[in-house]
Structure formats: structure tokens, C-alpha cells
């Protein structure tokens, strides 16, 4: 689908990176459903092997979306009774939001690779579920394989936090460097799992949500980091999603994966993986390990990547850094940051499409 190289124009050498599920938000894809075939094609081949149409969950303002957004600005208490007493949106229950997420961003790999034919990236890398859209552009998977396993993996997901009150907990730092050896001491007092290490900065640990609330009082007492709760149905990436991972395994036996054009970097060891053997147990794996994103970064900067383009909605407001970019900055020493373009709606495809041209490409 794309052109992946060993050397690349002017000095430049592009890691694709696609974004996963937290940031999600009604009206999300809207401009480039409208305005360009391959990603409406994109959809409309995803709703084949769903039976539902990903557009209805992701456009259409409802009640209970009205709602939602009036939740973010009650006390948490409050916010957790109405939660108990209204349904929550499709769009926030991850059955349904992993193939948005997923669908999304191979729409945007699709549009980017019309847009711009002659882009040449060297490696690929997803952050948690967009290690399936990586494993997808790679050619690991075909898209409607790749969706059958994402629906498959939200649904199992969706089973195994059902009846458990759990969730994710961010600990973050706007200034410096948060030790690693302070959030493992943490995870161990209050049973909760690292789920994701972002950056030296951004932490995430999951786990009963009795227990990541009595873990962010402490940190809110000891007033050096922040704590903040992350939007997911589920302690993804911990012991609690074993349940879901062995009803996977077997999913995965009856799907073909491929060899890859385009190393993928790993989620649970960044390490460059290409065989069919070792991805599809890394998608085994990954619902329960930790997804080390900063050692991943750090191995895109030690091969030399200088442009990343993101791929997929990495932000909760249009407009603002992503997320990914802000852990790439955290990561990347401070004299050798790469350049970041991103894909997540039209205005953020025109920018990356002039600069991309710009290069030559």
C-alpha cells in the first residue's frame, strides 16, 4: 500500500505511527468521510465485516453524547452516579470504538497514500490498539482480517471489564522526568499493574478502580505529579484482560498473517518484528503486558528516524498536540527532535500533504 525504502529522499528517514483509543470524540473523521473516497471506502468495507455502520456511532450527536460532555464538568462523584444511571455512548464502550479507532486509521494511511503516492517510510509503530492498524499498512493483515480481530479483541475486552469496576490511571509530569522506580513502588502498595510506559513523563497503571483512586490520592497528596483517569471501559494491558487474551489466542488461529514489506516496532519489547510467528504472539501478548511506547520512540531515534507522521486521532480537542507528539518530545533528546506531521482530520492532512510536497515528495 505504501513505499517503504532503505534510504529515503534528502536525508530523511519517516517512521508511520498510529494512534489507539482514549481520544475519541462524536464528529471525529467527519471532513475526511466527506471530502475524500478512499476514506468513505475505508468505512464502508469496515461496516461489512461489522454489520453496523461505523458512521452513525461516530457523527450523529445523540442524548446520551449531550450528556457525556456535560459529565466532564461535575464532580467526579457526581459523574460516576449518572454514569451508573445512563447508558454510555457507543462511541465510548470499546467494543465499538477499537474498529473506529482501527478504521480510522487506515482511512487516514489510505488518504495520505493517495494524497502524497511517493511517501517513504522505513519502520511502523501503534500505540496499544494501533498496533493493528500497523500490523494492516504493514501487510501483516489484510484490512478485513485486521477488523475481524478488532472486533473480536473489543468484544472480549468488553467481557472481561463488564462486571469489574477497573480502569487506567495517568500519572503525569509537566516538568521533568517521573522514576520508574517510583511508579512500580506505587503499583505493588495498591495491587494495580504498569500498563503503559508513554514516556519518562507519562505513566499509566491499571487495575481495580478502588485501588487506582486510593493510588491517586497519594500522588495528589504528595503534590509532585498528576494523576488523571484515562477514557476506557477497562484495566487494558494488565492481568485483569487475561480472560480476553486466551479467548484471542484462539481467534487468532483460524486468521492468515503475512510477512511484512515494513518492520513493525513492537508494543511489549520494541523490537523490529516481521515474521507471521512473532506478531501474531505479540497480539496475544499485548493485551496483558505492559506497551513500552518510550522504548519505542527511543528506537526510532536510535535508527535515525527525523519525520514522523501520526496517523489517526491523537488529541481530545481539534487542534491541540496529540499526545504521541508530546511523548516523542519527552523522549527524543532535546538538540535531535524530529519533525512530527500528523493525520486526524482535513486541516491536519493539508498541513502534512504541503509539507510532504515540500520535501519532494
Known amino acids: 500500500m505504501g513505499k517503504p525504502v532503505e534510504e529515503s529522499r534528502q536525508g530523511l528517514k519517516i517512521g508511520l505511527i498510529f494512534t489507539g483509543q482514549g481520544f475519541q470524540r462524536i464528529g471525529m473523521y467527519k471532513d475526511l468521510y466527506d471530502e475524500y473516497r478512499e476514506f468513505k ?13 461505523l458512521q452513525d456511532i461516530c457523527f450523529k450527536q445523540t442524548f446520551m453524547t449531550r450528556i457525556e460532555t456535560k459529565l466532564e464538568h461535575i464532580s467526579e462523584r457526581a459523574g460516576s452516579f449518572f454514569e451508573e444511571i445512563i447508558k454510555v455512548p457507543k462511541i465510548h464502550q470499546t467494543m465499538f470504538t477499537q474498529p473506529i479507532i482501527c478504521a480510522g486509521d487506515i482511512g487516514c494511511f489510505r488518504v495520505l497514500m ?30 478485513q482480517d485486521g477488523m475481524k480481530v478488532v472486533k473480536k ?34 503499583c505493588r502498595k495498591y495491587y494495580v499493574n504498569l500498563a503503559l510506559h508513554n514516556s519518562d513523563s507519562a505513566y499509566i497503571v491499571g487495575g481495580l478502580n478502588h485501588n487506582l483512586r486510593k493510588m491517586a490520592e497519594e ?36 486468521i492468515p498473517f503475512n510477512p511484512t514489506h515494513t518492520p513493525i516496532l513492537a508494543n511489549t519489547t520494541s523490537d523490529a518484528i516481521s515474521d507471521p510467528k512473532h506478531i501474531k504472539t505479540e497480539a496475544y501478548r499485548q493485551l496483558t503486558q505492559t506497551v513500552i511506547w518510550r522504548d519505542i520512540l527511543w528506537k526510532m531515534y536510535e535508527s535515525g528516524i527525523n519525520l514522523i507522521i501520526e496517523l489517526g486521532l491523537g488529541s481530545t480537542q481539534r487542534g491541540n498536540e496529540s499526545a504521541l507528539s508530546k511523548y516523542t518530545r519527552q523522549t527524543y533528546p532535546a538538540d535531535q527532535l524530529p519533525e512530527i506531521l500528523t493525520i486526524e482530520d482535513k486541516p491536519s492532512l493539508d498541513k502534512t500533504k504541503k509539507r510532504l510536497k515540500g520535501l519532494g515528495f
Not at 471506502?41 to 455502520?53: I, S
Open 41 to 53: 471506502e475505508t468505512f464502508k468495507e469496515a461496516n461489512g465485516v461489522l454489520n453496523y455502520k
Open 114 to 143: 493517495k494524497e502524497v503516492p511517493g511517501v517513504n517510510y522505513h519502520v511502523i509503530a501503534g500505540h496499544s490498539l494501533g498496533e493493528y492498524p500497523a500490523f494492516i499498512a504493514a501487510g501483516a493483515l489484510t484490512f
Open 153 to 186: 479483541r473489543g468484544e472480549y475486552m468488553h467481557d472481561a471489564s463488564k462486571n469489574i469496576d477497573s480502569g487506567l490511571l495517568a500519572i503525569l509530569s509537566k516538568q521533568g522526568r517521573i522514576p520508574r522506580s517510583y511508579i512500580e513502588r506505587l
Open 219 to 254: 500522588v495528589k497528596r504528595k503534590k509532585r505529579f498528576t494523576p488523571l483517569p484515562v477514557q476506557v471501559s477497562g484495566a487494558f494491558h494488565t492481568y485483569l484482560m487475561q480472560p480476553a487474551a486466551e479467548r484471542l489466542k484462539k481467534a487468532l488461529e483460524s
